[in-house]
């Protein structure tokens, strides 16, 4: 069965006595960053601002991009990173990490932004109580972008992943790259030789052979105050940095002081200290659960699925890049300490048959996961624009389908995120209406003939089979039984 053409869209779940209500921002398609109720009424749109993602400050005031780079000449590249108010101006900018000229482009300095970025005095960018990011002032982590070359690694050009910090007046104060730390990243023998060969080359009009994006970074966030840090464990340590690599299935956190690696999930989910997690495949949002919500401490992350890693090559995997693959995802929340799986949304509990229908809750690439307040989890099943929220029993209290389509057609969501009504005063509180759970068995579009047997024109029974005989009954067109 392919995509249906017809289905709902906006809001069609809502238990307001069960949800954790407020705006929901993500990036609707080529319109802009948009914010919406509970009800899916669109109360904001922030025109022709990119969200990579969107996130909103206390205010009123959104983050997000300007522009973006040319694919011909580079992944992913926004050209700055702006905050704004709710009106649209430019309250703050950052766009001095590299001086950039593409030819039929006028030459201009690029942020080089990429997937993540957070404001100082919140660690993650979502709602925590008590950890309320800076609208006015303080220092930004930003995952970004820079070419270079690292024979260790490949021979090849690679696209490097740097996490920056940077003050408000745009000075850059801390910097780490993790090709300067590839001897810690984990990797075997096969797949040193497999990144050698081709650290997952992508090709643009103006670098001849491509570049390498041979991590794929798409989160980095503070590790925020926790527990963990408080008992005593240095390698939590609230101003370390937790980052995912997608396309090395890789979760790390990495000492913001020495630059070291100090805590590291994958590459290999074989080893027995892991086994039990299972494969953790192409992820995004792999962040600490900070302090004052259900979870405080440990890891949350989107385990995609898909297709991510290096190594021996097997039957998918021909050269052995992408070689481990994974037709579902899940939610995984895990204490970094034990290891142990704390919490999970997977196909099972969203309801389906395992492993026959586990693809009915996939999303092989971007989406995301945020812990709220009352335990419920905020989930972007991005590929497919479904955000939706479960319970810690994982009922569905709340669910949206994205209308909005890009230049691909698709309503891809990259990721979206719950604030309290409060953080935009500009605003009156919506009024919250309940939205039931359709019955899909029974719902048809005019025209269409309702579900019963009084549109059957014919009944086909057929009876148990023996080795003497079978019979199937059927109807004559007077609708009476008969034998064949």
Known sequence: MGHSTIYPTGATVYNVDKAWSGYTVFEAGNDGVLLIDMN????????????????????????????????????????????????????????????????????????????????????????????????????????????????????????????????????????????????????????????????????????????????????????????????????????????????????????????????????????????????????????????????????????????????????????GQKNALRDHSRILEINPVTLAIEWQYTSAEAGFSVPTDSYKFYSPYISSAQRLPNGNTLITEGSNGRLFEVTAQHELVWEYISPYTDKRNTNMVYRSYRVPYEWVPQLEKPIEKAIAAIDVSEFRVPGAAPKGSDSIVNVVTTLPFTEAAACVITTDENNSLKSE
């Open 40 to 319: 899916g009424k669109e109360v904001h749109l922030w025109k022709g601002l990119i969200g990579f993602p969107a996130k909103i400050l206390p205010g009123g005031y959104v983050l997000g991009s300007t522009g973006r780079r040319d694919p011909k000449f580079g992944i992913q590249d926004n050209v700055d990173l702006v905050q704004v108010d709710f009106e649209g101006n430019i309250v703050w900018k950052y766009n001095s990490y590299e001086y950039i000229e593409d030819p039929g482009y006028e030459a201009l300095w690029y942020a080089r932004q990429h997937h993540d970025y957070q404001r100082e005095g919140n660690p993650v960018g979502y709602y925590a109580p008590g950890l309320e990011p800076k609208a006015d002032s303080g220092n930004t982590l930003i995952l970004a972008h820079k070419n270079l070359r690292n024979p260790q690694i490949s021979d090849k050009i690679l696209l490097d992943d740097t996490i920056i910090e940077v003050d408000w007046e745009g000075n850059i104060l801390w910097e780490w790259a993790p090709n300067d730390h590839f001897n810690e990243l984990g990797f075997d023998e096969a797949a040193k030789n497999v990144l050698f060969r081709d650290p997952n080359t992508r090709s643009f009009g103006n670098l001849g052979g491509g570049v390498g994006d041979w991590l794929h970074i798409n989160s980095a966030s503070y590790v925020g105050p926790n527990k963990f840090y408080d008992a005593g464990d240095e390698r939590f340590h609230p101003d370390n940095i937790i980052w995912d690599a997608r396309e090395a299935n890789i979760i790390a956190i990495t000492d913001k002081r020495t630059g070291a690696i100090v805590w590291r999930l994958g590459p290999d989910y074989s080893l027995p200290e892991v086994k039990h997690i299972g494969w953790i495949i192409g992820q995004h949002h792999a962040h600490i659960i900070p302090k004052g919500l259900p979870g405080e401490g440990n890891v949350l992350v989107f385990d995609n699925g898909g297709w991510g890693g290096y190594g021996l090559p097997n039957p998918s995997s021909p050269f």
